[in-house]
């Protein structure tokens, strides 16, 4: 029985309201799955006389006594039946809830890490490897997921080199290095890692996992051009600024998804909501955890997202996909959608640092 959600004159809804109906929804879905489950194990049998054909059988379950006119006991062999799917159901939500948002470190970075990583005199404990060796690696790596080894391979097949210093360690063992290197963010918890454009590009890595790498580097990609065009829109490109003003109506759309049991979304929309006031580093992070984390990947294709495109892009799309080396469309999909404009981005030439002498200033992006 639902509640009554009147509040004074005006009826409303406030978030308890909301989040107990999920919840019951998600419930009889899950009921409603379950009996059909149980329809389909259970014996049935259709006659074809007129045809003359065999007897049409499906399910293998029975009753006690086999009878087909025993409708009590058939109703409850069924009710038997749909409960234990509906526990199996729940039982399969539960051991994907208690999945962590991020993917954790991976034995075959690890490996890569000690074998290949420089030791930083001074600070033991920490490695450093190079961004562009790092990619290499990242586009084989047996614990990627196709989703983030295929945005690798775009990268390196585009020839877009990483020239980002990326760190390995603790967050106990890379506090002295940060300290000298990033100066003005290092009282910052480091979470699972943080990309500085201090020193020409700078990642400190905590949580040595193909995503958060993957993350940083897309971080170390956008940001420039994120920045640009917060600063000024007509320093970039005009089909940048369409792929820009496209992802911010993405980014809306995934800020209003509600999908019970979702630790990724809940997380990013809370990055999101974190960095109101700073559209350059908002727009980094959702494009990051979009595109890195691979549950936010599947919520991605399974929501439908498709943006007209404006003149400038659809008259010439062909002609834009070669010269900036795109092979894909940005299809009918959140993820799709996503993907695409953010590739305009990443092959988009960057304003030149000459122009941005008085402006200049050091930024964090750092995934929780």
């Known amino acids: 029985m639902f509640r009554s959600f009147r509040r004074g004159k005006n009826p409303s809804l406030d978030m308890g309201d909301i989040t107990w109906i999920q919840k019951r929804l998600e419930e009889l879905g899950d009921q409603a799955e379950a009996r059909k489950i149980a329809m389909a194990k259970m014996a049935t049998q259709t006659d074809h006389m007129a045809s003359a054909e065999a007897p049409y059988a499906h399910g293998e379950e029975t009753t006690e006594s086999n009878d087909p006119l025993a409708y009590q006991e058939i109703a409850d062999r069924l009710n038997a039946l749909a409960r234990e799917a509906y526990l199996e159901i729940r039982k399969g939500?539960?051991?994907?809830?208690?999945?962590?948002?991020?993917?954790?470190?991976?034995?075959?970075?690890?490996?890569?890490?000690?074998?290949?990583?420089?030791?930083?005199?001074?600070?033991?404990?920490?490695?450093?490897?190079?961004?562009?060796?790092?990619?290499?690696?990242?586009?084989?790596?047996?614990?990627?997921?196709?989703?983030?080894?295929?945005?690798?391979?775009?990268?390196?097949?585009?020839?877009?080199?990483?020239?980002?210093?990326?760190?390995?360690?603790?967050?106990?063992?890379?506090?002295?290095?940060?300290?000298?290197?990033?100066?003005?963010?290092?009282?910052?918890?480091?979470?699972?890692?943080?990309?500085?454009?201090?020193?020409?590009?700078?990642?400190?890595?905590?949580?040595?996992?193909?995503?958060?790498?993957?993350?940083?580097?897309?971080h170390s990609h956008t940001w420039r051009i994120l920045r640009d065009f917060y600063d000024d829109p007509r320093t970039v490109e005009p089909y940048a600024r369409d792929a820009i003003r496209r992802l911010e109506s993405l980014m809306e759309k995934t800020r209003g998804l509600n999908i019970a049991g979702s630790d990724a979304l809940r997380t990013i929309q809370g990055e999101l909501t974190r960095l109101e006031d700073k559209p350059a580093q908002q727009m980094s992070e959702f494009l990051s955890w979009m595109l890195a984390n691979q549950e936010l990947i599947e919520i991605g294709r399974k929501k439908r997202a498709y943006l007209p495109l404006t003149d400038l892009i659809r008259k010439g799309l062909e002609a834009l996909k070669q010269l900036l080396g795109i092979k894909r469309g940005p299809g009918d999909s959140l993820f799709t959608n996503i993907r695409f404009n953010t590739e305009i981005l990443l092959a988009t030439p960057q304003r030149s640092e000459a122009s941005r002498q008085n402006a200049q200033t050091e930024t964090l992006l750092q995934q929780v």
């Open 93 to 218: 939500k539960e051991a994907k809830a208690a999945q962590p948002a991020v993917q954790k470190p991976t034995k075959a970075l690890e490996a890569f890490i000690s074998k290949r990583g420089e030791d930083v005199e001074g600070h033991p404990g920490v490695k450093k490897l190079q961004g562009t060796a790092l990619l290499n690696h990242l586009r084989n790596d047996p614990d990627a997921s196709k989703d983030q080894i295929s945005l690798v391979r775009r990268l390196v097949d585009r020839q877009i080199l990483d020239g980002a210093t990326y760190y390995f360690g603790t967050e106990e063992a890379m506090a002295g290095l940060r300290r000298e290197l990033t100066p003005g963010t290092a009282s910052q918890p480091l979470g699972l890692g943080a990309y500085s454009t201090n020193a020409g590009g700078v990642v400190f890595i905590a949580n040595t996992a193909p995503e958060t790498v993957l993350h940083e580097m897309l």
